[in-house]
Nanobody, 127 residues
Framework: QVRLVESGGASVQAGGSLRLSCVPS????????MAWYRQAPGKKREGVAA????????YYASPARGRFTISRDKAKNTVTLQMNGLTPEDTGMYYC????????????????????WGQGTQVTVSS
């Protein structure tokens, strides 16, 4: 069973940066999309950024645009999320997800369709 393993979460001050990474473990997958979702305390999980693995085309939710950069290693099927200018509103558990099916295109609002998820990595931003 393939698992996604996230790393890079930490506690930082507002204005700081973090780089999250996600790698598959326990097997190989050939994802169409990989994405980062996050869940803040008491809130629903929401899409942050996603990438179309074939082209590297990024998709960003409004809070992430201009501050976060998602990138992928197509050969390794890994994805990273560079987060700059962090604010306390970015605090939450960040999850990596992979979608395998071609022809699907709801990377930021179709979380129920993702076939693989990681356990999450905690990001805490203090003011």
């Amino acid at each position: 069973q393939v698992r996604l393993v996230e790393s890079g979460g930490a506690s930082v001050q507002a204005g700081g940066s973090l780089r999250l990474s996600c790698v598959p473990s326990g097997g190989t997958i050939n994802p169409n999309f990989m994405a980062w979702y996050r869940q803040a305390p008491g809130k629903k999980r929401e899409g942050v950024a996603a990438v179309l693995m074939s082209s590297g085309s990024p998709y960003y939710a409004s809070p992430a645009r201009g501050r976060f950069t998602i990138s992928r290693d197509k050969a390794k099927n890994t994805v990273t999320l560079q987060m700059n200018g962090l604010t306390p509103e970015d605090t939450g558990m960040y999850y990596c997800a992979a979608h395998l099916t071609r022809g699907w295109s709801r990377p930021l609002d179709g979380q129920a369709d993702y076939q693989h998820w990681g356990q999450g990595t905690q990001v805490t931003v203090s003011s």
